[in-house]
């Protein structure tokens, strides 16, 4: 690992692979453009039961990527700001909303710095799978959701479980890691980018990717830290992606995946508010 660096290098290796990844995401099972132009929203049952009817309210969505849960919110009659610091990402979001007469305000900016680049305050404060693991500091974030959040605004989180670090499949059997991973920054030699299933990768130009492995107890003190209210916490045995060979797809929601006989949390959601 390259001690040498600082956490804005680390970040800005990670913008420069989601931009590739943002690329070979135009032809993606996970993302499916096809069927998201024509008119297929990219919302699981989680998400869209936790938050309700969204329409009329002031939305922020951080680490939006190429957009498509962003359109989809906006599409329930959101107003949407959408925020990544990977521009090719957002040129991708910028186009799909476009082609979907969907009004929603993209913003180019490292979640960090957003209170220099962005005025204003929301109702409803949200972000969703695979975007913490990316953030070198949880206390920094926190204070930014709050930060853009009203008095009485909603924040909400749909998130990939940290327990996900502890295992790994090894010729096809999930097994407990022999030994328990750092807390980071982890530093990874990335040439791939996933797909809806587990055979579904696409191959990109190599970067490092730098992650942190937040346990939820960091999560949830970070925001009570930064003055929210912890109004709910779930965890659930399904999993946005196939990420073992062994998951089926799940029943009752086509977006989600789980393992045979539930063994374990995959995801967790938690909302949170800022007091009156
Ligand atoms: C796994 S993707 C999120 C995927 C999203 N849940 C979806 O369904 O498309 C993570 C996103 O976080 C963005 N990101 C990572 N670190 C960031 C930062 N510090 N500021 C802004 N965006 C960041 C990346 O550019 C990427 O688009």
């Given at each position: 690992m390259d001690t040498a660096i600082d956490d804005r290098t680390r970040m800005q290796s990670n913008q420069q692979g989601w931009n590739r990844r943002a690329l070979a995401h135009l032809d993606s099972t996970y993302y499916d453009l096809d069927a998201f132009r024509a008119g297929k929203s990219s919302l699981r049952s989680l998400e869209k039961g936790a938050l309700g009817d969204v329409s009329g309210k002031d939305f922020l969505h951080l680490q939006c990527h190429i957009g498509l849960n962003a359109i989809s919110w906006a599409r329930l009659g959101a107003n949407v700001t959408a925020v990544d610091f990977a521009d090719e990402a957002l040129k991708i979001g910028r186009e799909l909303a476009d082609g979907l007469n969907t009004d929603i305000t993209f913003v180019h900016a490292n979640v960090f710095d957003l209170p220099q680049v962005l005025d204003?305050?929301?109702?409803?404060?949200?972000?969703?799978?695979?975007?913490?693991?990316?953030?070198?500091?949880?206390?920094?974030?926190?204070?930014?959701?709050?930060?853009?959040?009203?008095?009485?605004?909603?924040?909400?989180?749909?998130?990939?479980?940290?327990?996900?670090?502890?295992?790994?499949?090894?010729?096809?059997?999930?097994?407990?890691?022999?030994?328990?991973?750092?807390?980071?920054?982890?530093?990874?030699?990335?040439?791939?980018?996933?797909?809806?299933?587990?055979?579904?990768?696409?191959?990109?130009?190599?970067?490092?990717?730098?992650?942190?492995?937040?346990?939820?107890?960091?999560?949830?003190?970070?925001?009570?830290?930064?003055?929210?209210?912890?109004?709910?916490?779930?965890?659930?045995?399904?999993?946005?992606?196939?990420?073992?060979?062994?998951?089926?797809?799940?029943?009752?929601?086509?977006?989600?995946?789980?393992?045979?006989?539930?063994?374990?949390p995959l995801s967790w959601t938690l909302s949170a508010s800022k007091p009156e």
């Amino acid at each position: 690992m390259d001690t040498a660096i600082d956490d804005r290098t680390r970040m800005q290796s990670n913008q420069q692979g989601w931009n590739r990844r943002a690329l070979a995401h135009l032809d993606s099972t996970y993302y499916d453009l096809d069927a998201f132009r024509a008119g297929k929203s990219s919302l699981r049952s989680l998400e869209k039961g936790a938050l309700g009817d969204v329409s009329g309210k002031d939305f922020l969505h951080l680490q939006c990527h190429i957009g498509l849960n962003a359109i989809s919110w906006a599409r329930l009659g959101a107003n949407v700001t959408a925020v990544d610091f990977a521009d090719e990402a957002l040129k991708i979001g910028r186009e799909l909303a476009d082609g979907l007469n969907t009004d929603i305000t993209f913003v180019h900016a490292n979640v960090f710095d957003l209170p220099q680049v962005l005025d204003g305050s929301f109702d409803i404060v949200y972000t969703d799978y695979g975007v913490l693991h990316l953030l070198p500091d949880l206390k920094a974030w926190a204070k930014v959701v709050a930060h853009f959040l009203r008095p009485g605004g909603v924040f909400h989180i749909a998130e990939i479980h940290p327990i996900l670090a502890a295992v790994e499949e090894v010729d096809g059997v999930l097994r407990v890691r022999p030994e328990r991973l750092p807390s980071g920054p982890l530093e990874d030699e990335v040439s791939a980018t996933y797909g809806d299933g587990y055979d579904d990768v696409q191959h990109i130009e190599s970067y490092k990717q730098y992650s942190w492995l937040w346990t939820i107890p960091e999560i949830m003190g970070a925001l009570l830290e930064a003055g929210l209210q912890i109004r709910t916490f779930t965890e659930v045995p399904v999993d946005c992606r196939q990420r073992f060979s062994t998951m089926v797809r799940d029943e009752h929601d086509e977006g989600f995946w789980r393992l045979p006989g539930d063994p374990l949390p995959l995801s967790w959601t938690l909302s949170a508010s800022k007091p009156e």
